[in-house]
C-alpha cells in the first residue's frame, strides 16, 4: 500500500486530472513523519481517500476545515431559497462535507484529552451533519419539481453535482416510462 502511496505522491499533477475525471477531492494535511519526496512539518492537500489511509496510519493529521464546508454549505443553501431554480453548487462540496463527517466522527471516537476540544468537535459535528442533510433535502426536493417540469433537461443537469445528475437522470428515466413519454 506504501509503494502505492508513494507513486502517487510523485504524480500529484495526475492526481489533480483524476480528481476531475473521479469526483475526489483534495483534503489539507501536515506530515507527521516524511513520507516519500515530504518532509515532517509539510503541508499539502492530497486526495480525501488517501488523507484517510494517511491520518489513519499516523503519517499526516488532517488539517480540520470542517468550519469552512460549513460556511459553503451555507452559502449554497442561501442561494438555494433565494433562487427558485436549482443553482449549481461548488465542485467537490458534497465529498469534502463526507469527508470532515467521517473525520470528526473518528476523532472523537478515539479522543483522549480535553474535553472543551472534545465539546467543540462534537458540536461542529453536529452542525455540519445537520446543514450538510438539509442542503441535500433542499435540493432533492428542487431535483424532483425539476423532474416534473423538465426532465433529461441539459439545462438542469449542468447545475448538478454528479451525485444528484445520477439521481436525476434515473428518476427521470421512471418518470418518463410511467407517463408513457420516451
Known amino acids: 500500500m506504501w509503494e502505492s502511496l508513494r507513486n502517487h505522491n ?30 515532517t512539518g509539510d503541508m499539502v492537500l492530497i486526495e480525501d481517500w488517501k488523507a484517510k489511509e494517511l491520518w489513519e496510519s499516523g503519517v499526516v493529521e488532517i488539517m480540520d476545515e470542517a468550519e469552512k ?10 442561494e438555494e431559497k433565494e433562487n427558485e431554480p436549482i443553482t449549481p453548487i461548488p465542485e467537490g462540496l458534497y465529498e469534502r462535507a463526507e469527508f470532515y463527517i467521517y473525520y470528526l466522527e473518528t476523532y472523537i471516537k478515539n479522543f483522549e484529552g480535553n474535553v472543551d ?12 451533519k445537520r446543514k450538510y442533510h438539509y442542503l441535500k433535502r433542499l435540493r432533492f426536493n428542487k431535483i424532483l419539481n425539476a ?18 445528475r445520477r439521481v ?11 407517463l408513457g413519454e420516451r
Open 10 to 39: 510523485a504524480h500529484i499533477t495526475y492526481g489533480l486530472v483524476m480528481l476531475m475525471l473521479t469526483g475526489r477531492t483534495l483534503i489539507a494535511v501536515k506530515l507527521l513523519k516524511p513520507f516519500g519526496d515530504w518532509k
Open 69 to 78: 464546508v460549513i460556511g459553503e454549505i451555507d452559502r449554497v443553501i442561501v
Open 117 to 128: 476540544i472534545l465539546n467543540a468537535k462534537m458540536t461542529k459535528l453536529a452542525n455540519l
Open 147 to 164: 423532474i416534473m417540469f423538465r426532465p433529461n433537461s441539459l439545462e438542469v443537469l449542468s447545475r448538478l453535482s454528479p451525485e444528484e
Open 168 to 178: 436525476y437522470l434515473q428518476i427521470s428515466k421512471i418518470r418518463n416510462e410511467w
